[in-house]
């Protein structure tokens, strides 16, 4: 009977509605009188509960997400005058139909942790997709009537041309659900049936995970505490796009930063916020690029230096004359496994002579599903499922488990995702191989003799840990 609008203007949550009393989450602030003008509404007792500020956001996060579900979106319009780059989802009260589509797809995208929004027309309707933990899942089809009205929406949000619609354009806006605020970049192509949209959501105030949290194992642990107490040298993450390769290095920086250390960046985009660090966005439209960013700071006097990616020649050679000049450097690069990381910066015109004498190690990594811990179940594979992640026969302790699907994971069997992970430690017979230009199979060969794990073996140790399932590592391993 009270309707949505009410509870958001006056930051209030209906919880526990009984036939004879309503039980409403309040702040410490909230005047009191408003608990008499909801018992008059609701005709019934009303009993306040005293909420922390992020309970009650969650809460109207979950209510106004559960009141946009109930709502049809079959009429769009727009009023395009109002817009602002900055949405808040909730306190945008009411509005046109597309308003409340669109905040509810940036809602739900936040409910199930999701990491992409892809609107994708076809030539009756409209699908939207949301990317939970590296996998797809379809959530809605709308009429493709209305496709062009949330295009345009997101358009006006995003400060871009309405009338263009021939060409690729890229930006970005900022989504705010009470203390959550989200960074949203969007990506626009045309296609045959109208602009394709895909949204990337990065979360301003995440906070970087320890190494145990993305799912290190101690021994590599080691051998990178070990890399990163070089005053100076390099140190790359590698692997495809979506791996993780980012939270991965600010991991590392979030072991290396100190009031006595000065830690510089210059990244695309700046996906956290670290206190202590000087954290630099590429623009390239006024020319900010890596290699020019790069080339500033290295006049700042840093100790430690990241580079968010080594995309060309002219970055990687700076980052290499830095990594030889007294300054620890730490950097991702795009490549399938770790050996490959040194014949890759070959290719980009790094001599051969000064890589050898620079690089400290590679790290390689793929994400893979995490089981989730409240509906995972016991299983003992048969011998020839082993097969499909390199195992002849089942290890001798193996603690294996299948997916099942509960409101916690969202029936999906997973929740959250980790790193499985190869390091290659760059010795003395790995460094004269580099100088010598050796390919990648003969630095994988070297790196075996000295204790280097494939990355799937990793994946393979972590099903026996119950981490994963075994279909999931097999998945992961078919990427590799």
């Excluded at 009411?94 to 809602?107: D, H, I, S, W």
């Excluded at 890399?227 to 390769?245: D, F, N, R």
Aim: glycine share 6%; with cysteine; charged share 25%.
């Amino acid at each position: 009977m009270i309707p949505v609008e009410f509870w958001q203007r006056h930051r209030m949550l209906p919880m526990e509605d009984t036939p004879n009393r309503l039980e409403v989450g309040i702040l410490p602030e909230t005047p009191r009188e408003l608990l008499e003008d909801i018992r008059l509404q609701a005709g019934k007792d009303v009993k306040p509960i005293l909420l922390t500020k992020e309970q009650l956001e969650e809460g109207l996060r979950r209510l106004v997400l559960k009141e946009s579900l109930a709502e049809s979106a079959a009429h769009v319009g727009e009023d395009a005058d109002a817009e602002s780059a900055v949405l808040d989802l909730l306190h945008d009260v009411g509005g046109a139909p597309t308003v409340r589509l669109v905040n509810q797809l940036f809602l739900e995208a936040m409910e199930l942790r999701a990491s992409d929004i892809h609107i994708e027309p076809f030539e009756n309707e409209t699908a939207v997709r949301l990317r939970v933990d590296g996998v797809l899942h379809e959530k809605r089809r709308v009429p493709q009537k209305q496709h062009s009205e949330i295009s345009a929406r997101l358009k006006v949000l995003s400060r871009l041309d309405l009338a263009e619609n021939r060409r690729p354009q890229d930006g970005r806006l900022q989504v705010r659900s009470g203390s959550r605020a989200i960074d949203v970049r969007l990506s626009i192509v045309p296609t045959l049936y109208g602009e394709r949209l895909v949204m990337r959501l990065l979360e301003k105030n995440a906070q970087a995970l320890s190494l145990e949290q993305l799912g290190t194992l101690d021994t590599i642990q080691k051998q990178l505490m070990l890399a990163l107490e070089h005053t100076y040298g390099m140190i790359l993450i590698t692997g495809p796009t979506g791996s993780g390769k980012t939270t991965t290095l600010y991991s590392l920086l979030d072991k290396v930063r100190s009031p006595q250390t000065n830690v510089l960046t210059v990244e695309d985009p700046v996906e956290y916020r670290m206190n202590g660090v000087g954290q630099i966005q590429v623009n390239e439209r006024i020319g900010l690029t890596f290699a020019s960013g790069l080339r500033s700071i290295l006049r700042q006097d840093p100790d430690v230096v990241m580079i968010g990616e080594i995309r060309d020649s002219e970055t990687a050679n700076i980052a290499v004359n830095a990594a030889l000049t007294g300054h620890l450097v730490l950097s991702t690069l795009h490549t399938n496994d770790a050996p490959s990381a040194a014949t890759r910066l070959l290719d980009l015109k790094v001599p051969a002579f000064l890589l050898s004498s620079c690089l400290l190690g590679v790290l390689a990594q793929r994400l893979v599903r995490r089981l989730c811990p409240q509906c995972a179940r016991s299983y003992q594979p048969a011998d020839n499922e082993w097969a499909k992640i390199g195992l002849e026969r089942a290890p001798a302790k193996a603690d294996c488990r299948l997916p099942q699907g509960c409101k916690a994971c969202f029936d999906t069997g997973f929740r959250g995702r980790f790193g499985i992970h190869e390091w290659l430690p760059v010795t003395m017979d790995i460094s004269r191989s580099i100088a010598q230009e050796a390919d990648a199979r003969k630095l994988r060969e070297l790196a075996r003799q000295v204790g280097m794990s494939s990355l799937l073996e990793d994946a393979a140790r972590k099903v026996c840990m119950g981490w994963t399932s075994l279909d999931e590592a097999a998945r992961a391993a078919r990427s590799m």
